[in-house]
């Protein structure tokens, strides 16, 4: 028996961004589906969703780097017949590090999450994305995908692989019902090690620091009126308006002096974080 | 018995060590300056000069005791360069959590702040709920991450346990987290008192002796790797000024709207770029308290035997303190 509730499904929920975004969903009454590796964080979560606002809250502990496991999720939602009607793909990878210095396993764990978990999710709900009358796809990119800035090669060119993959699909399904949107955050304060090197930018980098829990109100209602390419931050918005406008020597001249700055405050003071390579923007 | 404390020139650690102290245990404070050390000329309380940065003075301080409180904190809202931030409330952390696990302590408690919850949403937030704000503060992220540390070492064996003051009001020395005096000492003295404009936003006020309490029965009851939140009632702001207004009837309220303390939150940085003179406060700092921060403090009070003042006690017995004063 198929219920007729709608689920709104979330990946890479438990923390930083994503979380902003279930809690944004839910405020808007939507029920969800969050999925995120195994552990309590996400069963508190849900607690918190279900206690705050009235909706119902499935959680998934899921390793989606793994390709299986976007399978197994995808069999269990069909299984206990949710019906989605939102995929977010949020779920990344983020570091910052110079090519030579990041060990394989990191950039191929990014490469799976970002690239392939996010291009397979959307492959398997998309039968069902379309049967409803209303759906939408949004999937998390970058601001870094407009830069091509050092410290950022892989990482940078799977959020540009979300980017193009999105835009295309969005053409694609024009037809469809499904409408599809990318979202090009720029730096957000989300957890220690991303907050911690927020910090360490220039003035203007750090002013257009944002955060998530202001960003995902906005990004949830571009999302709801179709837009296709959400840039949030007026500051971020202003420099991918120079991107487009300055020569590449002095976009590079300024990029280059900004990325060296880069650093997070202390390294020490965060050698107890459990994953220093956790969602970045 | 000995114990080990850090921060007890500050407002929660002053009263704490002085409890403690009276209680006829040998309180070993780690002070910066003994010279500045007020209200400590107990017998019991042996002051050593050291710095939570100086591991070798944070040794000295600890030898032969048995537990520690760790109270001390950088507890500002806003500094420049931040890394005060994280080398005090972080790294100085780390170095009494070392020395802990290097003198076999048997227990630790650590001063943590509901700050590290962020915003409440429909419901007081409890311990197990989630953040509900990004790390836009230094403050709440040097918190959260010296929390982390605390729980990594009660992982390894440490017996800690967290507590988690909320808004702390209560006679006590009027230092910088202890704003609720100065502004009752404002009212009482006839001058005004500048409130949030946001009559309905809900917080929650813990009386300082229940926190003192809490952090003695959390030393005695609390689990290892367990954190607990010592707070009060849940009240709006305009509850608070109407019990206010009924214990002092001369005290006069101004009520300052959200956009008009960004606007000077704004001036005062941009004047910190020009002069170098630091702001009181900062937009990014402003936000909570503009927004609920309700706590439960079921979890205290069920398994510590935390108890409640209700504000309008602790608010007649706060009054009554300062009245000396004025």
Request: charged share 20%.
């Amino acid at each position: 028996m198929t219920s007729d509730k709608f689920y709104t499904l979330i990946t890479g929920a438990s923390d930083g961004f994503g979380k902003s975004l279930a809690i944004e969903c839910a405020r808007r009454k939507m029920n969800l589906v969050l999925v995120a590796l195994p552990g309590h964080d996400l069963e508190y979560l849900s607690e918190f969703i279900q206690k705050n606002f009235q909706v119902d809250v499935k959680t998934f502990g899921k390793d989606l780097t793994n390709e299986g496991e976007c399978y197994d999720l995808h069999l269990q939602i069909v299984d206990l017949n949710l019906r989605v009607n939102i995929l977010i793909n949020n779920a990344g990878i983020g570091n910052t590090q110079m090519f030579t210095e990041t060990p394989p396993e990191l950039f191929k764990k990014q490469i799976r999450l970002n690239v392939l978990a996010t291009t397979l999710l959307t492959s398997l709900f998309l039968p069902q994305l379309k049967k409803n009358a209303h759906s939408y796809i949004l999937n998390v990119g970058s601001l870094c995908s407009f830069f091509y800035l050092p410290k950022k090669q892989v990482y940078g060119a799977t959020k540009s692989f979300i980017y193009f993959f999105s835009k295309c699909l969005r053409r694609e399904l024009i037809n469809d019902n499904v409408s599809v949107s990318v979202v090009c955050p720029g730096g957000m304060n989300t957890n220690f090690h991303v907050s911690l090197l927020n910090r360490s930018g220039n003035f203007l980098s750090r002013i257009s620091i944002l955060n998530p829990e202001d960003v995902a109100p906005v990004v949830i209602s571009k999302m709801l009126r179709g837009k296709e390419v959400i840039i949030p931050g007026t500051m971020n918005r202003f420099s991918r308006a120079l991107d487009k406008l300055l020569p590449g020597f002095l976009k590079n001249a300024f990029t280059d002096k900004l990325m060296r700055d880069l650093k997070p405050l202390r390294q020490a003071s965060i050698s107890t974080e459990k994953d220093t390579s956790t969602k970045a923007a | 018995m000995k114990i080990f404390i850090t921060g007890a020139t500050g407002y929660i650690g002053n009263l704490l060590a002085v409890k403690l102290a009276g209680s006829g245990h040998s309180v070993h404070a780690l002070v910066r300056k003994p010279s500045t050390a007020e209200n400590m000329d107990h017998s019991n309380i042996r002051l050593f000069k050291g710095d939570l940065n100086d591991i070798h003075s944070i040794r000295r301080a600890m030898d032969d005791c048995e537990q520690v409180f760790h109270v001390a904190a950088f507890a500002r809202l806003w500094a420049h360069p931040s890394d005060i931030f994280f080398r005090v409330n972080v790294d100085g952390t780390r170095n009494v959590l070392d020395v802990a696990m290097e003198k076999n302590i048997s227990k630790f408690v650590y001063t943590s702040s509901t700050a590290v919850f962020g915003n409440s949403l429909n419901h007081p937030l409890s311990e197990n709920d989630p953040r509900t704000i990004g790390f836009n503060c230094d403050y709440d992220l040097s918190k959260c991450m010296a929390e982390k540390l605390v729980m990594d070492y009660a992982a390894k064996g440490l017996h800690a346990v967290v507590v988690n003051p909320s808004r702390v009001y209560g006679p006590g020395r009027a230092t910088y987290s202890n704003p609720f005096t100065r502004f009752m000492m404002k009212a009482l003295r006839g001058r005004l008192v500048p409130v949030p404009k946001c009559p309905d936003v809900i917080a929650n006020y813990a009386y300082v002796h229940d926190v003192i309490a809490g952090h003695l029965l959390a030393m005695e009851h609390g689990k290892r790797g367990e954190r607990y939140i010592l707070g009060g009632e849940n009240i709006s702001y305009r509850e608070m000024l109407q019990t206010m207004q009924s214990i002092i009837p001369a005290g006069r309220v101004i009520q300052i709207p959200k956009a008009l303390l960004t606007a000077i939150g704004n001036f005062q940085l941009l004047r910190f770029y020009v002069t170098n003179q630091h702001p009181s406060f900062t937009p990014s700092t402003i936000n909570r308290y503009y927004a609920h921060t309700a706590f439960s403090c079921d979890k205290a009070i069920t398994q510590l035997n935390y108890t409640i003042t209700p504000f309008r006690q602790g608010m007649t017995e706060t009054i009554e303190h300062l009245k000396q004063y004025l």
